[in-house]
C-alpha cells in the first residue's frame, strides 16, 4: 500500500477501496458474466471487421472514413469494457496494445488492407472518448439514484 492510499486488504486477499468498491483483477467491483460476454463479443466482432475483406468502396468517398469507423469501432470497445467494469487504465492500454495488434495483422493477410498508424491514433481517441462518456454516465446515474 502506497502513502496516502485510502485501501486496504480484505480477509480474502481483494483489494479494498474506500467507499466499500472492491478491486477484482483490473475491474471495479465484480463484473457480471453478461457484461463480460457482451465486452468479449463486442471485441471479436470489431476483430473480425478489421481482418476481414474490405467491403466494396462506397459510391460517395469520404475521406478518412476509415478512421472514423476506427473511432466507433473502439469507443464501442471501450463503453462495453467500461459497462464490463474494467478499470480505465486497462481499457485505454489494452485496447492501444489491441490497435497496434490489428494494424500489423492487417499487413500480413493476404486481401487489400494496409496497416496505417493514423488507425491507432483513432482507436486511441475512440478508447479516450468512451471513458469520458462512461463517467458522465456514471455521474448521470448517481445522481439519478441519489434522487428522491
Not at 502506497?2 to 483489494?15: H, I, K, L, Q, T
Not at 471487421?49 to 473502439?74: E, G, N, Q, R
Not at 493514423?118 to 482507436?123: I, K, L, T
Request: hydrophobic share 55%; glycine share 12%.
Amino acid at each position: 500500500m502506497r502513502a496516502g492510499d485510502r485501501s486496504a486488504v480484505s480477509p480474502g486477499g481483494e483489494r479494498v477501496m474506500s467507499g466499500a468498491r472492491k478491486e477484482h483483477r483490473g475491474f471495479v467491483g465484480r463484473p457480471s458474466l453478461w457484461r463480460l460476454v457482451i465486452a468479449v463479443g463486442w471485441t471479436v466482432a470489431v476483430l473480425v471487421m478489421l481482418w476481414s475483406p474490405p467491403p466494396p468502396p462506397p459510391p460517395v468517398i469520404i475521406p478518412h472514413f476509415d478512421k472514423y469507423m476506427h473511432f466507433a469501432l473502439f469507443l464501442g470497445i471501450g463503453l462495453a469494457w467500461w459497462f464490463a467494469r474494467l478499470r480505465g487504465v486497462w481499457i485505454v492500454g489494452a485496447g492501444i496494445v489491441l490497435g497496434v495488434v490489428t494494424e500489423v495483422v492487417q499487413g500480413s493477410l493476404p486481401w487489400p488492407r494496409t496497416p496505417d498508424a493514423w488507425d491507432v491514433v483513432a482507436d486511441a481517441g475512440g478508447l479516450l472518448v468512451a471513458l469520458g462518456v462512461g463517467a458522465a454516465i456514471g455521474r448521470v446515474a448517481r445522481v439519478v439514484a441519489r434522487a428522491p
